[in-house]
């Protein structure tokens, strides 16, 4: 939502892509872990559907509160049907789950993620900031030079690593669902261009369903920033309802980064 994504003040300033990531004070502890800080990063996006129904945070993923004056989004592993899915439920809340990973992307690998969403606020839409809840968003964080960033932006950049310690991810591309902008458009964030939402589903007439996509994750980089991506450092899930105050579930499956031979 508009607080939790950016907004001004020191609660506000920890961000909607934020890299380093803390667990929750009030969840229980996960029947699961990280790996050490030393241990090599992942080159792929753990899967939900391996943990153990009811884990919070599965195997390689972790907590990342976006403000912790506000309620938190709760994430468990369910099954639905025959799956184990990740599902999400956010009341008037704004937390993320994250996995780090070291990926080097190139042309034509593409991301597969599916999700099902339960209803939305009809007022919803990255568009506005004080509308800006999303039911569901995938969230990939990129290195970069920040020293090619305008002097607003790293300006912006030191605030926010002053107030939270903590260093923005050179880019991040979002991928979410909306509720009035059509599918394709490419929005900035209201507080820095370095975090833009990409649309790949509108309106409400898929909810319900379970919704499965595929993306050309360098083209659609290049499309939202104009350069090519360098490493993928995280890849996340967020499902927030803070800006408009309202309840909102979601489901998601397993996300998968695919390199071109294994595309198809």
Known sequence: ????????????????????????????????????????????VMPFSVAVPGTQAPTGWRHY????????????????????????????????????VAIEPAAGDRLRFSWRVAQMHD?????????????????????????????????????????TGQRLPYATLMYV???HLPTESVIHNHRTSRIRYLTVEH???????????????????????????????SVGVLTDSDALKHEQQAWYGDIEYLAPNAAG
């Open 1 to 44: 939502g508009r607080r939790a994504c950016l907004g001004l003040g020191v609660l506000a300033l920890t961000g909607c892509a934020v890299r380093p990531v803390h667990e929750p004070q009030s969840a229980p502890a996960s029947t699961s872990s990280t790996p050490g800080a030393d241990a090599p990063l992942p080159t792929q």
């Open 123 to 163: 007022d919803a839409t990255v568009a506005r900031p004080e509308a800006d809840d999303s039911p569901a968003r995938i969230v990939l964080a990129f290195d970069g030079d920040d020293a090619r960033l305008s002097l607003r932006e790293r300006l912006f950049f030191d605030q926010v690593e002053l107030f």
């Open 203 to 233: 309106g409400q007439a898929r909810l319900g369903s379970w919704l499965a996509y595929e993306r050309d994750v360098v083209a659609d980089f290049r499309r939202a920033f104009g350069e090519a991506p360098q490493r993928i450092s």
């Open 65 to 100: 509160v976006l403000r912790r004056d506000r309620p938190q989004t709760r994430y468990a592993v369910v099954r639905d049907g025959p799956r184990k899915v990740l599902h999400a439920h956010a009341a008037a809340a704004a937390t993320g789950l994250q996995c780090p």
């Open 177 to 179: 669902w909306d509720r």
